[in-house]
């Protein structure tokens, strides 16, 4: 079983900045992808961005240029760089583990959840 725990979450004004972090433990793995999504009241959990263990990344139109997904595969740390932030972007960020090769942006491709942390934007 893998683990994971985000943190960094808060509250930050329009325009600003936040990072979120998620570490892993238990049963980790070398290989696969992390990859952050997120969920805002009354909506579906949506895909954010990925990376793979090589360090391919992918995003959502709309967080391309403002956000950065990066990983530290020595300490099973993925990161999510959070820049330029508006209120949209308020939600419940979650990471996702799962110890396959291959992009995906659903959260059905994904084994393993962290418990989430809040990011909220205030205008």
């Known amino acids: 079983q893998v683990q994971l725990v985000e943190s960094g979450g808060g509250l930050v004004q329009a325009g600003g900045s936040l990072r979120l972090s998620c570490g892993a433990s238990g049963r980790t793995f070398s290989t696969g992808s992390l990859a952050w999504f997120r969920q805002a009241p009354g909506k579906e959990r949506e895909f954010v961005a990925t990376i793979s263990s090589g360090g391919g990344t992918f995003y959502a139109d709309f967080v391309k240029g403002r956000f950065t997904i990066s990983r530290d595969n020595a300490k099973i740390t993925v990161y999510l760089q959070m820049n330029s932030l508006i209120p949209e972007d308020t939600a419940v960020y979650y990471c996702?583990?799962?110890?396959?090769?291959?992009?995906?942006?659903?959260?059905?491709?994904?084994?393993?959840w962290g418990q989430g942390t809040q990011v909220t934007v205030s205008s």
């Open positions: 996702a583990a799962r110890p396959r090769m291959g992009i995906r942006t659903t959260t059905g491709g994904y084994d393993y």
